[in-house]
């Protein structure tokens, strides 16, 4: 099985700051890698799929980079209400056993 | 409005049995593979189950497999997860998910979420 790992696990940062946080995957997925937002008590939200496409909606301060094992999610300037968790996800399987990465809270400074 | 919505979520002992409902509404829900995907009390995301979109493939996480059931009713547009032998360790919120990638055999990325349903194992 595909393990996804993700570092930081918690993130304090400022409004306006740039984060950017790290999946990998434990064998090569190509592109196969999706990015998921969630604040408490609600569904996750999709951001980017295919490592790179930004998912319709979603605001272009979010950005996908990597291919391979190594993945980036970048937030180019903090909004009050990007502090949530992430989670990345792996869809290189097939049959399809998806698998998501542990998450990184962002959280304010 | 693209919209999921479950039901069928509560407490049951362990060994027992349930069965959740995902109703969809403003998409071709026959299109479209269909995941489940649970997440534990203060935990992280867990892929649980998917099921293509004429329901001729079905697919399990090994946590689930043997135990839990995946189908759908492409005419009443409407997902369900039938939950055998249930354990402590089942306890989550479980969501339904519609797949990105329209008449795709390959699932890619969950583009829509339900607000999920609590299920407790617990005697």
């Known amino acids: 099985d595909i393990q996804m790992t993700q570092s930081p696990s918690s993130v304090s940062a400022s409004v306006g700051d740039r984060v950017t946080i790290t999946c990998r995957a434990s064998?090569?997925?190509?592109?196969?890698l999706a990015w998921y937002q969630q604040k408490p008590g609600k569904a996750p939200k999709l951001l980017i799929y295919?490592?790179?496409s930004l998912q319709s909606g979603v605001p272009s301060r979010f950005s996908g980079s990597g291919s391979g094992t190594d993945f980036t999610l970048t937030i180019s300037s903090l909004q009050p209400e990007d502090f949530a968790t992430y989670y990345c996800q792996q869809a290189n399987s097939f049959p399809p056993h998806f698998t998501f990465g542990p998450g990184t809270k962002v959280d304010i400074k | 409005e693209v919209q999921l919505l479950e039901s069928g979520g509560g407490l049951v002992q362990p060994g027992g049995s349930l069965r959740l409902s995902c109703a969809a509404s403003g998409f071709t829900f026959s299109s479209y593979a269909m995941s489940w995907v649970r997440q534990a009390p203060g935990k992280g995301l867990e892929w649980v189950s998917a099921i293509s979109g004429s329901g001729g493939s079905t697919y399990y996480a090994d946590s689930v497999k043997g135990r839990f059931t995946i189908s759908r009713d492409n005419s009443k547009n409407t997902l369900y997860l039938q939950m055998n032998s249930l354990r402590a360790e089942d306890t989550a919120v479980y969501y339904c998910?519609?797949?990105?990638?329209?008449?795709?055999?390959?699932?890619?990325?969950?583009?829509?979420w339900g607000q999920g349903t609590m299920v407790t194992v617990s005697s």
């Open positions: 998910a519609k797949d990105l990638s329209k008449n795709s055999r390959r699932l890619t990325a969950f583009d829509i």
């Open positions: 064998q090569g997925i190509s592109s196969w």
């Open positions: 295919a490592a790179s």
